[in-house]
């Protein structure tokens, strides 16, 4: 069995103990009226975390990439088009899901590590022409450059052409302030492993109460509304449910609560913050501009000169911390960074700084005198 | 959270405690390189499982309705034909999810609770005319009737007619006889939570060779090929993997082949034999004719005048036992009773006897003098 490892990649973050034990509380059987005020919990949850009242809230059996599918095929039938924002390889798998099945895809891209200009999508809708566009898709926080994307004008343009809007907060659900219902956001989703902190394995997902009903889609496993006769008040069997991740999702979902969605959107802030003057201090460049940075994803350029996979590997094998490469046109060139859920600690980032030091020292890369650790922990202190 | 429940259900079965310990090891990156073998020892194991040299042999972080899906949408095309042996709820599913995915369904029937005729299938697939059936799907164990479905004729005559034999063994891998090579089926799933007694969560599947590299198929989470870019030696990032079911399902496949198929087999059919024999000293009638019974799960009808919920709610709040209610037309009329994995014990079935007695005497069901656990007992000894 691998060894204690502080998870310091863009997901999954570390899992607290409450959490992991919930793990090993006894099985029950998806049917057993004791699960059922556990699965309306971890509802009424959501919808707090979700900033919503949309009925229709729950976790799904799959990962992130499971919800993107699910949403994509309920906003979005074959033959209809589907705008997708990129500027990543997470909204890029929006754009490779919407091709297969079956939409047509129009690309409204910026350059990796920007954000996507409103401006661009007003103009490819407004081309679109008669038949409109079903949908646009954007991601809050693109895993793969750490862009926090603002949202607002993007919906208010989606709305403006009659089309719904998809949210992918696979990493800022918990992190960054995501008011689902004040934003009008249509449908939404996210991963547990990531600003949740519970283990990889269910997807929450919110949609709007005006995208239901449109059709049956060409699915079963991620069928919305089937679904929801399962976690809404009907308690019909739709499939075998994860008991012992509902349980781990419950608790993780009680400790977000406990500190407060306002409490921890700062704490991510504050100590991401923290990591992006010690990086700095260290003579790192990081690859996004502070206003569109997200806290929960941090991207740093790799010095020239230095080893990514031998720098990555020495964290991991003499320290036990993980960060991640880059993603496609990135790889080799940044490392990723999550600061999320209980892996966005003062603690964590003090140790990464220092062992990162260490790392680049051991490459001949020779850092400023800029005592990144001491800079760090001021702007920790917050 | 709910107390220790006894699981008697069609599943999930009971975990063991080496399984449970396992959920809550040190977790880990999906691309850690510690995890990579276990993911290794994982397909391996699974192979043994399945009895197969098939490449593409791993885990679906999906239950096993997400598999179902996957495979049909691995197999069939939109507009291809797909013929559905069926004589139950789950292979009714199959054909539903094929009509969703855009398959021109054939129904091949038979009634609830009998096994499907092979002769059947021949006139069927002799009858689709020149275009031909892409697949043939059948259940190994129907789990809403709890027949044992005889597989040779059926993939022999699928084979006669160039159509790819898909197999649900979601109630029988680990718990019956399936030598996937052996008896030439195409594709096959299961799930974790029956008779290999991991928690629900994971599907494990398998696909034979030939079927691979038809056609992009109209998903991205259930794609094969990419998802085994993942489980094979290529190691490249597809979604992030469940990792704690990982490890359970890692310590549930070595419990599996420590214990060895043929015992573990064996242990089925001798504990569903005591079972039967206890059921009926008890004079209750099992509606599944012995020549077509699966050991996994036993379907016993409900006498007359006693109530399904009133017994079921009875056995969960005086023992903790769970025991589940018939599906579709059969609600009402049976319950259901599993005996898989870690389920499959001598005191499951004395106790399951003994509190059913109990139950039944309460709602004034005089039970013959058949001395009903002795009766068992003697049949468990073997």
């Known amino acids: 069995m691998p060894g204690e490892c502080i998870l310091l990649g863009p997901g999954p973050s570390l899992v607290p103990p409450e959490v992991t034990a919930a793990l090993s509380a006894p099985m029950v059987g998806h049917m057993d009226p004791e699960l059922f005020p556990i699965l309306g919990e971890i509802v009424a949850a959501l919808r707090r975390v979700f900033q919503t009242d949309n009925e229709l809230t729950f976790p799904l059996?799959?990962?992130?990439?499971?919800?993107?599918?699910?949403?994509?095929?309920?906003?979005?039938?074959?033959?209809?088009?589907?705008?997708?924002?990129?500027?990543?390889?997470?909204?890029?798998?929006?754009?490779?899901?919407?091709?297969?099945?079956?939409?047509?895809?129009?690309?409204?891209?910026a350059p990796w590590g920007r954000a996507v200009d409103p401006a661009d999508l007003e103009r490819a809708l407004a081309s679109a022409g008669r038949t409109g566009v079903a949908a646009v898709a954007a991601a809050h926080v693109e895993t793969s450059t750490g862009v926090l994307q603002p949202l607002e004008d993007l919906v208010r343009i989606a709305h403006r052409h009659d089309a719904a809007m998809l949210v992918d907060a696979v990493a800022s659900l918990g992190g960054v302030d995501l008011p689902v219902d004040r934003w009008d956001i249509d449908a939404c989703y996210s991963g547990s492993q990531k600003c949740l902190s519970a283990p990889p394995g269910l997807a929450p997902l919110t949609v709007h109460q005006r995208t239901r009903g449109r059709h049956t889609p060409a699915t079963f496993y991620f069928d919305l509304e089937a679904l929801w006769r399962y976690w809404g008040p009907a308690r019909a069997y739709h499939h075998t449910v994860p008991v012992p991740f509902l349980y781990a999702l419950r608790a993780a979902l009680r400790l977000v609560l406990d500190e407060g969605l306002p409490d921890r959107v700062s704490r991510h802030w504050r100590h991401a913050r923290g990591l992006w003057r010690g990086l700095e201090a260290l003579g790192l460049e990081l690859l996004v501009a502070d206003r569109e940075r997200s806290p929960t994803v941090t991207t740093v350029l790799i010095p020239a000169g230095v080893d990514d996979a031998r720098v990555r590997a020495r964290l991991l094998r003499e320290h036990g911390i993980e960060i991640a490469g880059g993603l496609g046109d990135l790889r080799g060139r940044i490392w990723r960074i999550g600061l999320m859920g209980h892996s966005s600690q003062p603690r964590w980032v003090l140790l990464l700084l220092g062992a990162l030091e260490a790392a680049l020292a051991a490459e001949g890369y020779r850092a400023p005198q800029g005592a990144a650790v001491a800079q760090a922990a001021a702007a920790l202190a917050g």
């Open 61 to 109: 059996s799959a990962t992130g990439t499971g919800a993107m599918e699910a949403l994509l095929l309920h906003l979005v039938r074959p033959g209809q088009r589907l705008a997708v924002c990129t500027a990543g390889f997470f909204a890029d798998r929006l754009a490779d899901i919407g091709r297969r099945i079956g939409a047509e895809v129009i690309r409204v891209e």
